[in-house]
């Protein structure tokens, strides 16, 4: 496995642009930075001499804010490379550059102690990125690679649910026969093997103004609709044992001698199946109308945005390769694991893409402070997919 070499070789290149790469801020809404950051990848990946390279501008998403109205939020872009799409056989190698982190968070800087590299997106998911990129160079330099075609999909608006660019993901899932993502494995070096489906929701509750001490009967609190789907969302999923249904922000109101008229609640729901997410939709929207001639004005947003993501025989036989390929790197076993969030897959899964969406390196404290990868994990996750690639094309 001559090939794999080159990973080895250029290890050093690759931990130095990782920690260079993770030290510019790219926050989903940092457009001037992800501008930066999609030029730095697109010249990074370019050594792979593509046979196609393009950026795309992603539309506008309706969104509301904090005082109810609808506003339109851009997105930076996506960028594509494709080669060899003539081969029988194509595979997606799928990320996303954004991150959790605002500009104005604490946390920016790179850090390295010993193994750890500590900092904002090492793990999630730039060191997926140069997990990808490295793979695909070793892949490219082996004695095997025009037997494959392969296209790469790096998105950036992946953590706030990939909305602006579903379009591309699916155009992607349509066009390849498996699908590789680089979200980080769990801190054990697990993989995902299946996903619940997230749904993302905003509800617009509208109520009646008056003064709190003259006039309380007069007004009509509009956060006592925040507190009935408190208990309509904890009725359902005492119902429904498997069912998450997560009020994640609360706004409206003002002054405290003020009836509000105006409470914002934002909450996201998890469901395991295609029947439960259904079940779900129906009694939201059984709910909606209740409220609405409850509250007077009050408006639903949202939709479920990553479908149920179950472990398909195809997936099967892909986690098969990557044990058979881990076996012989002398890796340990893979072991396997079901998990209440949702990534890309469930998207491209849902496209009809079958697909694993764990195989960055392995770390922890994604989305937070703590963000951390274990460096040499990186180099063992490379070589896993660059085999994985160089099996395929053998079979």
Not at 89 to 105: A, M, N, Q
Not at 324 to 338: G, T
Request: charged share 25%; net charge neutral.
């Amino acid at each position: 496995m001559k090939f794999l070499e080159l990973i080895d070789n250029r290890f050093d290149e690759l931990v130095n642009r990782l920690e260079s790469f993770s030290n510019l801020n790219t926050h989903t809404y940092n457009l001037k930075n992800l501008d930066v950051a999609i030029d730095q990848l697109q010249e990074m990946f370019s050594e792979l001499e593509p046979d196609e390279i393009n950026q795309f501008e992603l539309s506008p998403i309706d969104s509301i804010n904090s005082n109810g109205e609808i506003k339109q939020l851009n997105h930076g872009k996506v960028l594509r490379l494709r080669k060899r799409q003539n081969a029988e056989t194509k595979i997606l190698l799928c990320g996303h550059y954004d991150t959790v982190y605002p500009k104005d968070h604490d946390f920016q800087k790179v850090t390295i102690d010993g193994n750890k590299m500590m900092g904002p997106g090492v793990l999630d998911m730039k060191g997926g990125l140069m997990t990808m990129l490295y793979a695909l160079l070793a892949y490219e330099n082996s004695d095997t690679k025009n037997k494959i075609g392969w296209e790469v999909l790096i998105v950036s608006d992946e953590e706030v649910g990939s909305i602006a660019s579903s379009s591309y993901l699916g155009t992607s899932a349509r066009n390849n026969d498996v699908g590789l993502l680089y979200e980080p494995a769990l801190p054990d070096g697990s993989i995902v093997k299946s996903r619940k489906g997230v749904g993302s929701y905003t509800m617009v509750f509208r109520g009646v103004s008056a003064h709190a001490g003259r006039a309380f009967n007069d007004g009509l609190n509009a956060f006592y609709g925040v507190a009935d789907l408190i208990n309509w969302s904890k009725n359902m999923m005492e119902i429904n044992k498997d069912l998450i249904i997560n009020l994640g922000k609360v706004e409206g109101g003002g002054p405290n001698n003020v009836v509000p008229d105006l409470a914002i609640a934002r909450f996201n729901a998890r469901v395991s199946t295609k029947k439960q997410r259904t079940e779900f939709e129906h009694q939201l929207e059984i709910f909606n109308r209740r409220m609405r001639k409850k509250y007077p004005g009050t408006e639903l947003y949202g939709k479920f945005t990553s479908p149920p993501k179950p472990y398909s025989a195809k997936a099967k036989k892909i986690v098969s390769g990557l044990q058979d390929c881990a076996k012989r790197l002398n890796m340990p076993k893979i072991k396997l694991v079901a998990t209440g969030g949702a990534s890309d897959g469930n998207k491209l899964n849902g496209f009809g893409l079958p697909n694993i969406d764990s195989l960055g390196p392995i770390g922890d404290g994604m989305h937070s402070r703590d963000e951390y990868v274990l460096i040499d994990s990186i180099k063992e996750r490379t070589k896993l997919s660059a085999l994985y690639l160089y099996n395929i094309t053998k079979e």
